[in-house]
């Protein structure tokens, strides 16, 4: 499939040289697996494959972007001729650019055998054993709303016309369940998702278990008044506000002044327990590959280091732009896009102490399980108000579930209020964070 791809790219790019323009193929082929289970019974299973080509033309600065899921002859030349008839008509832009030459991309262990060979039948028994190990737990678990395994794997081959060439295979699995847990009439819900690099990390057990943990501690949850308390989050609340700050990071938005590390470089902008680093290059991490979607080699970079702000993340244009080179942050999800600023794998690190550890010592505070609304956060002024839920902390002990709970604040006082870090990371996607422990956060209860 490399070869098919490569030979398909090359004819594009020699035709748009011909024409006397700049250009970049970008070809892709992937399949994904989808299943699910309910009630032991197979609900869905989707397994659908798809190759493409994304072209890129600069013309003078102007840009053009064409795709077609067609690889014949016929249909790149029709996509070279329908890219520079598109770059007429954009504005001209010297920022518009190509990755120069070579990488040495970096060898990174992104395809695991194991998932394409281990059979359906197997696959199907994972998403059953999760769902029997969560009903296994707590007779309180009513209802498994669905429980699945999926996987996906790809081919990625870009080259350009100014001597790039990567080509590399990738593949990843996770399996995942939502649940309900009922008790005297009230009904909470539970999930919990794995995703790997390796078939054989996936552990349905664990899997099943803690999502069924979820939706039980949640049962005959109160309310509580409205106080400025100390908090802990769990790893996953904790990606979610990592999820915000990764839009902060992202070149674009600061140099369209719509972020609030925008002017902030070398200044302190967390609290010194804070690093976080963006690396593409992490043993086992869902977005290690060798290289970005423009072709540029993968890399490991800092974006916070004891809570001063030391860089942000760059494409090809954004960095032209700022006179700097690409962090290798040029991501895109298809053929059918052009590459934008995205994050790989986004970490903030681990600190020393144990879960138990961060509460242990607060008399009265909130341990943070589940945010609500994170999309009305604004990256822009920080201000955010979004629904929690949670367990009470009292006396260093957790002791009643919370709900209805609002926590609001400002982003960059919330970064700056993290007193310590827990040593338990989790990865949630492309984002992996441990426990944290805030000074105070305001709550609005009753």
Request: proline fraction near 4%; charge should be negative; aromatic fraction near 8%.
């Amino acid at each position: 499939m490399k070869d098919f791809l490569s030979n398909a790219g090359q004819k594009a790019l020699e035709l748009a040289r011909k024409k006397g323009v700049e250009a970049e193929a970008f070809l892709l082929q992937g399949r994904e697996l989808d299943i699910e289970v309910i009630a032991g019974q197979v609900e869905t299973l989707k397994e659908a494959g798809e190759a493409g080509l994304g072209l890129r033309v600069i013309n003078n600065g102007r840009l053009g972007f064409v795709f077609t899921s067609d690889l014949s002859d016929q249909a790149i030349r029709q996509a070279v001729d329908d890219a520079i008839s598109i770059s007429r008509y954009t504005e001209a832009d010297p920022h518009n650019c190509l990755p120069q030459g070579n990488y040495d991309y970096p060898v990174l262990e992104v395809y695991d055998a194991n998932i394409p060979e281990t059979s359906l039948e197997e696959k199907i028994e994972m998403a059953r054993e999760v769902e029997r190990k969560a009903l296994a737990l707590d007779p309180r678990i009513s209802i498994v709303e669905r429980a699945g395994y999926e996987d996906s794997e790809f081919t990625s081959v870009i080259m350009n016309t100014s001597g790039l060439y990567a080509s590399g295979s990738g593949n990843f699995c996770g399996i995942y369940i939502f649940l309900v847990a009922e008790e005297d009439g009230d009904a909470q819900n539970g999930f919990s998702v794995m995703m790997k690099k390796n078939y054989k990390e996936l552990d349905p057990a664990f899997t099943g278990q803690e999502a069924a943990v979820n939706a039980v501690r949640a049962l005959k949850a109160r309310t509580i008044g409205s106080a400025h308390l100390p908090c802990v989050m769990d790893p996953y609340v904790a990606t979610r506000f990592l999820s915000l700050l990764a839009q902060m990071a992202d070149a674009q938005m600061v140099q369209k002044g719509k972020s609030l590390l925008a002017g902030k470089l070398e200044q302190l902008v967390a609290s010194p327990a804070v690093t976080l680093v963006d690396d593409a290059t992490f043993s086992g991490g869902i977005g290690s590959f060798p290289f970005d979607g423009e072709g540029v080699a993968a890399r490991s970079n800092t974006v916070i280091k004891d809570g001063i702000l030391t860089g942000y993340l760059y494409d090809s244009y954004t960095a032209s732009k700022a006179g700097v080179e690409s962090t290798g942050n040029g991501q895109r999800g298809s053929f059918r896009s052009l590459p934008a600023v995205g994050t790989s794998n986004f970490i903030l690190q681990a600190g020393s102490k144990s879960p138990q550890d961060l509460y242990g010592d607060i008399q009265k505070g909130l341990y943070i399980t589940e945010v609500m609304g994170m999309h009305t956060a604004n990256p822009i002024s920080g201000d955010f108000s979004v629904g929690a839920a949670g367990i009470m902390i009292e006396n260093g002990q957790l002791t009643f579930p919370v709900r209805g709970a609002t926590i609001a604040g400002n982003l960059g006082d919330f970064f700056r209020d993290i007193e310590s870090l827990g040593n338990d990371p989790r990865f949630f996607g492309g984002k992996a964070a441990p426990s944290i422990r805030l000074k105070s956060l305001s709550i609005a209860g009753e």
